[in-house]
């Protein structure tokens, strides 16, 4: 308390969260590293859990941050921006839902530009807040089976297919895991979004780099063992999921904050 800094004096070492929604089943947690652990300063990582849309337009909203370490208020940065970030996006919900159906990409990253500028704004002036963003909707009627990912910064989606994990977005034209130097509030040039459709039966995971590193950097023994551990025909309990999300990789010490989708079959 005597640092100065309240935020980080009441900021939790690890949050852990979930929800059954319909069909869908979330689990969520974002832990403090070992080199936080090791310094003594807070967990810089951030996430939130919630529905957005009326009824007959909802959708899982799922956003997480990582704020960067230069930055001397990243943690408060993440964790605003992914508050105003839901609050944002779920005054677009209507256009999201039409633009979700239509599958129109374009549409949705309009919709994303608008919403972050408008959260970003709500962040006060001269503050060093510099954080990644992502955001992922996931439409709880399980008649529209796509998927919209908004991004800025590193970290990202993997789906997990058949054993296999998968980049859920492409890597080779500036999208989500290329765009490592990008942070808000300011040094961006556009927020990217992705569209993509999945099946029951498949895991969406969502991530800061503490843990899409490693899955990017080919970790074979990390992945399969996340593989196995969520690829299961059972969603682990939220305690089983926290302790599988703390799984240690090699020369990964940062923040993590993962968070995943399963949804069942009729």
């Known amino acids: 308390m005597r640092d100065g800094d309240e935020f980080a004096a009441f900021t939790p070492a690890v949050l852990l969260d979930g929800a059954q929604v319909g069909r869908l089943t979330?689990?969520?947690?974002?832990?403090?590293?070992?080199s936080h652990n090791w310094e003594g300063s807070c967990r810089q990582d951030a996430m939130v859990v919630t529905r957005v849309g009326p009824p007959e337009a909802e959708?899982?909203?799922?956003?997480?941050?990582?704020?960067?370490?230069s930055a001397k208020y990243?943690?408060?940065?993440?964790?605003?921006?992914?508050?105003?970030a839901a609050l944002h996006l779920d005054r677009e919900a209507e256009r999201i839902h039409a633009a979700l159906t239509a599958q129109d990409e374009g549409e949705l990253r309009g919709i994303?530009?608008?919403a972050i500028a408008r959260a970003v704004n709500e962040l006060s002036a001269g503050q060093d807040y510099a954080t990644t963003?992502?955001?992922?909707?996931?439409?709880?009627?399980?008649?529209?089976?796509?998927?919209?990912?908004?991004?800025?910064g590193d970290g990202g989606l993997f789906v997990l297919r058949e054993?296999?994990?998968?980049?859920?977005?492409p890597v080779d034209d500036g999208s989500l895991l290329d765009t490592r130097t990008e942070a808000l509030p300011h040094a961006y040039s556009t927020v990217k979004a992705h569209l993509l459709r999945t099946e029951p039966g498949e895991v969406l995971l969502l991530g800061t780099d503490g843990i899409t590193d490693p899955l990017t950097q080919k970790d074979p023994e990390f992945a399969?063992?996340?593989?196995?551990?969520?690829?299961?025909?059972?969603?682990?309990?939220?305690?089983?999921?926290?302790?599988?999300?703390?799984?240690?990789?090699?020369?990964?010490?940062?923040?993590?904050?993962?968070?995943?989708?399963?949804?069942?079959?009729?």
Request: hydrophobic share 40%.
């Open 163 to 169: 054993g296999r994990w998968e980049q859920g977005n």
């Open 26 to 34: 979330v689990r969520a947690t974002s832990l403090r590293g070992d």
């Open 112 to 114: 994303a530009n608008k």
């Open 74 to 84: 990243s943690h408060i940065g993440s964790h605003l921006v992914t508050r105003q």
């Open 133 to 152: 963003l992502h955001v992922l909707l996931v439409p709880t009627d399980p008649r529209i089976r796509e998927r919209v990912v908004f991004s800025v």
């Open 224 to 266: 399969q063992h996340l593989a196995n551990a969520w690829g299961g025909p059972a969603v682990p309990s939220l305690s089983d999921f926290l302790w599988q999300a703390q799984t240690r990789a090699k020369s990964y010490d940062d923040d993590r904050t993962v968070i995943c989708v399963w949804e069942g079959a009729e």
């Open 59 to 69: 959708s899982l909203l799922l956003a997480i941050a990582d704020g960067v370490g």
